[in-house]
């Protein structure tokens, strides 16, 4: 068996909460034009790809994209 602890890497205080920048993180995140939205479009062009290497290039570009989004 395992225990799960969900814990932050580095401790967050937030003395000032701010709205408006808050929007703004989250739309780049998960919007349209975001980071999720991106690695889809990714992941999805590669089936179209002729060649396998452009293929494992999309899909190495399309999951790495996430992990930029867990840094903010």
């Known amino acids: 068996m395992f225990v799960y602890e969900k814990k ?17 993180i989250a739309s780049q995140y998960g919007g349209p034009d975001g980071e999720l939205g991106a690695s889809l479009r990714y992941l999805s062009q590669r089936f179209t790809m002729p060649l396998p290497e452009l293929k494992a290039t999309l899909t190495d570009i399309g999951t790495g994209a996430p992990a930029s989004g867990k840094i903010m």
Not at 8 to 24: E, S
């Open 8 to 24: 932050l890497q580095y401790p967050v205080n937030i003395k000032t909460p701010n709205l408006k920048l808050a929007k703004i």
